[in-house]
């Protein structure tokens, strides 16, 4: 490592708390779908800071966006009425079924909201003591308290306990057991139509359309967690609209407002009274400046058709990783995804492959130290993703 680098480490040692295991990379500067650390080294980012610059960094239109809003309104708190939170709400629900939104700041925030939302909405609309959330093996929805009970890791929630009651979870693509869980005090089932930080695994359609037959049979709500697979990543809007299903709430972030810290939930006018003025709120969710930025990426998105573009795009991607996979037998055990949500198992531990392609200009994740992970932007150039897999394939032949 350099001395830059070495720097940049000594400093956070002495400044931040220790709650990241960090890459070996200090970032500097960002465009398009390119970074470049303390060094000048230039990278490709499949990355996109985990699905959230879904547009790339410092797009220019987004930039001329965010710049003509900060000399007009930042923040007035959710006290008044803000004609950017309203024009945001519209491209927003435009895009789905939902007709009602709440904005926050961030995916947990997001599935907080729809916690809340779905024990209220028992309690105060169905007249039913029903508050237990069900939710699906291999998930993740967050980091809070709340969000970590219902993901359900002891590995995550390690010192933390206990955590808040409420919660069941039941393996996923297994019906029988999501039949057997739901009882008088189910309000909910909860779940991720792909599984991001789980591996990227999409869940069977005739699962999914099962757990929604369930949900309507059992008069509980069908939650969705849209905070990565959401905002066009999976060749649809939202991903929930690759399995022809209609959740009754979902929860959205990340790339919302293309790196500012945006959450929101979207839910429909029924679930939606669940709550009333008081119920719920955030100080600074959807202030004019983000939904501001939030709405300008969601007009690029659809003007460039960048949602459809991943879904091409992917299926593109996951067939030649396939035919990879066929010429390395024993390199690769599965690809799989949905649009640009790629996951491409390795027959073997993956950290050295990782660190390699870190080395040769490609970031990209490692999930459960097997499945290299691709979130890139999604107006991200092929040629970039064929130079990915050109060293992907020279790294796995010398191994």
Same mark, same amino acid.
């Given at each position: 490592?350099?001395?830059?680098? @070495?720097?940049?480490?000594?400093?956070?040692?002495? &400044?931040?708390?220790?709650?990241?295991?960090?890459?070996?990379?200090?970032?500097?500067?960002?465009?398009?779908?390119?970074?470049?650390?303390?060094?000048?080294?230039?990278?490709?980012?499949?990355?996109?800071?985990?699905?959230?610059?879904?547009?790339?960094?410092?797009? @220019?239109?987004?930039?001329?966006?965010?710049?003509?809003?900060?000399?007009?309104?930042?923040?007035?708190?959710? &006290?008044?009425?803000?004609?950017?939170?309203?024009?945001?709400?519209?491209?927003?629900?435009?895009?789905?079924?939902?007709?009602?939104?709440?904005?926050?700041?961030?995916?947990?925030?997001?599935?907080?909201?729809?916690?809340?939302?779905?024990?209220?909405?028992?309690?105060?609309?169905?007249?039913?003591?029903?508050?237990?959330?069900?939710? &699906?093996?291999?998930?993740?929805?967050?980091?809070?308290?709340?969000?970590?009970?219902?993901?359900?890791?002891?590995?995550?929630?390690? /010192?933390?306990?206990?955590?808040?009651?409420?919660?069941?979870?039941?393996?996923?693509? @297994?019906?029988?057991?999501?039949?057997?869980?739901?009882?008088?005090?189910?309000?909910? +089932?909860?779940?991720?139509?792909?599984?991001?930080?789980?591996?990227?695994?999409?869940?069977?359609?005739?699962?999914?359309?099962? +757990?929604?037959?369930?949900?309507?049979?059992?008069?509980?709500?069908?939650?969705?967690?849209? +905070?990565?697979?959401?905002?066009?990543?999976?060749?649809?809007?939202?991903?929930?609209?690759?399995?022809?299903?209609?959740?009754?709430?979902?929860?959205?972030?990340?790339?919302?407002?293309?790196?500012?810290?945006?959450?929101?939930?979207?839910?429909?006018?029924?679930?939606?009274?669940?709550? +009333?003025?008081?119920?719920?709120?955030?100080?600074?969710?959807?202030?004019?400046?983000?939904?501001?930025?939030?709405?300008?990426?969601?007009?690029?998105?659809?003007?460039?058709?960048?949602?459809?573009?991943?879904?091409?795009?992917?299926?593109?991607?996951?067939?030649?990783?396939?035919?990879?996979?066929?010429?390395?037998?024993?390199?690769?055990?599965?690809?799989?995804?949905?649009?640009?949500?790629?996951?491409?198992?390795?027959?073997?531990? /993956?950290?050295?492959?990782?660190?390699?392609?870190?080395?040769?200009?490609?970031?990209?994740?490692?999930?459960?130290?097997?499945?290299?992970? &691709?979130?890139?932007?999604?107006?991200?150039?092929?040629?970039?993703?064929?130079?990915?897999?050109?060293?992907?394939?020279?790294?796995?032949?010398?191994?």
């Amino acid at each position: 490592m350099s001395k830059a680098f @070495d720097a940049v480490v000594a400093r956070e040692e002495n &400044l931040l708390c220790r709650s990241y295991s960090r890459y070996p990379l200090a970032i500097v500067r960002g465009k398009g779908s390119r970074l470049w650390d303390v060094d000048g080294k230039e990278y490709v980012d499949l990355l996109a800071g985990i699905a959230v610059v879904g547009l790339g960094h410092c797009n @220019d239109e987004i930039c001329d966006a965010l710049a003509a809003q900060s000399r007009k309104l930042w923040h007035v708190s959710n &006290l008044f009425y803000q004609e950017e939170q309203l024009e945001l709400a519209e491209k927003l629900l435009a895009t789905t079924h939902h007709e009602k939104a709440f904005f926050c700041n961030s995916g947990a925030e997001a599935n907080e909201a729809l916690i809340k939302l779905a024990r209220r909405y028992m309690r105060s609309v169905k007249q039913r003591d029903a508050f237990e959330i069900i939710t &699906l093996g291999n998930c993740f929805h967050g980091r809070t308290l709340g969000a970590l009970a219902a993901t359900g890791r002891e590995s995550l929630s390690d /010192g933390f306990t206990p955590l808040p009651e409420g919660f069941a979870q039941v393996p996923a693509g @297994d019906l029988a057991a999501l039949e057997a869980a739901i009882s008088g005090k189910t309000a909910a +089932v909860l779940l991720e139509c792909v599984q991001g930080e789980g591996g990227v695994l999409p869940l069977p359609a005739e699962y999914l359309k099962g +757990v929604e037959a369930l949900c309507r049979k059992k008069d509980i709500l069908l939650l969705c967690d849209e +905070v990565q697979a959401g905002m066009g990543r999976t060749g649809k809007f939202w991903a929930f609209q690759n399995y022809d299903i209609r959740p009754d709430a979902i929860s959205v972030a990340k790339s919302l407002a293309n790196g500012l810290p945006m959450g929101a939930m979207l839910a429909t006018s029924e679930a939606a009274r669940g709550f +009333v003025a008081g119920s719920h709120a955030t100080t600074f969710g959807g202030g004019a400046l983000v939904s501001a930025v939030a709405a300008k990426t969601i007009e690029i998105m659809q003007r460039d058709g960048l949602v459809e573009r991943a879904g091409q795009l992917g299926a593109q991607v996951r067939a030649e990783a396939e035919a990879l996979m066929r010429r390395l037998p024993g390199k690769i055990r599965e690809v799989r995804g949905l649009g640009l949500m790629i996951g491409i198992e390795l027959c073997e531990d /993956g950290t050295e492959v990782w660190k390699e392609l870190i080395r040769r200009g490609f970031i990209c994740n490692l999930s459960h130290g097997v499945t290299l992970r &691709l979130l890139p932007p999604l107006n991200v150039d092929k040629a970039d993703l064929d130079a990915f897999l050109a060293v992907l394939e020279d790294i796995l032949q010398g191994r």
